[in-house]
């Protein structure tokens, strides 16, 4: 059974250093398949923020796949964020912006929708969808087509919006891709839901793992086992002092007609 492991904004620069050690360990004995980190790894861009992201991946059970979010690109060293806005993220954390994992049973396709020239709304570029529709047309009939991208085309659980332009464009570049499910972050607000307009699509977004920018009352995170379409939040209350605590798992379940959620289990 694949188990992906769902982090996101971890923001080196704004962590709450007690929550670090604590997923490393809960990390390593989920045991994913690989772990996924939907973007904004530092809170500025700045060198040592990077630095500190790597070494904090470089502990998690590997392999790791992980896109910028709109935090890492520079907001006020504006000759670098124009010119190069995703160089220091490319020397720390990997050159390749939107990296590709097979895995037995999956396909991962990792997108930038950071976009260095406005404050923090994301896009999904002609580029990155044609990247979707390759990775998938090549990806086995029964593997799942999971798409990893910062910004979301759907509002979090309280309506927040996710702030990627052209929403309606982009589910449908995600539905004519053939993608089964989204991970995504940047709202901070775990959501579990579907679009009416992808109805092949499970979107799935994590709040902040270890960050103090919190939008809830927990840092959280998921671990997604495909076998089962289970979905397992861990939360950790942010003035209960821990440990992160798993919530009971969601279901789903994709037939022809796209996908459903199971009763609780
Ligand atoms: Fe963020």
Do not use: C
Request: glycine share 8%; net charge neutral.
């Amino acid at each position: 059974m694949t188990r992906l492991l769902h982090l996101s904004d971890v923001h080196f620069g704004a962590v709450d250093h007690r929550l670090v050690q604590p997923l490393l360990d809960l990390a390593h004995k989920l045991q994913p398949d690989v772990t996924v980190i939907s973007g904004d790894l530092t809170q500025r861009a700045q060198p040592d923020q990077f630095a500190a992201a790597r070494a904090f991946i470089d502990q998690l059970p590997g392999p790791v796949l992980s896109v910028p979010g709109n935090h890492d690109a520079p907001l006020w060293n504006l000759p670098v964020r124009l010119a190069a806005p995703f160089a220091r993220y490319r020397h720390a954390i990997g050159r390749e912006l939107e990296p590709l994992v097979s895995l037995p049973g999956a396909v991962l396709q990792g997108i930038n929708t950071a976009n260095p020239l406005v404050w923090k709304a994301g896009h999904l570029t002609d580029a990155s969808a044609g990247r979707l529709d390759t990775a998938f047309a090549r990806a086995p009939t029964q593997a799942m087509r999971i798409a990893v991208m910062h910004h979301a085309p759907v509002p979090a659980s309280d309506g927040t919006p996710a702030d990627l332009a052209a929403p309606a464009a982009a589910l449908a570049a995600l539905a004519r891709a053939g993608t089964d499910i989204v991970l995504s972050g940047h709202t901070h607000m775990p959501h579990a839901g579907f679009a009416e307009t992808a109805a092949g699509v499970l979107f799935l977004q994590v709040g902040t793992a270890i960050s103090t920018r919190l939008k809830t009352r927990t840092n959280d995170f998921a671990l997604i086992e495909l076998g089962s379409g289970s979905v397992t939040r861990h939360d950790w209350l942010s003035h209960g002092g821990g440990p992160f605590l798993p919530s009971a798992p969601q279901r789903f379940l994709k037939t022809a007609d796209g996908w459903r959620r199971l009763a609780e289990s």
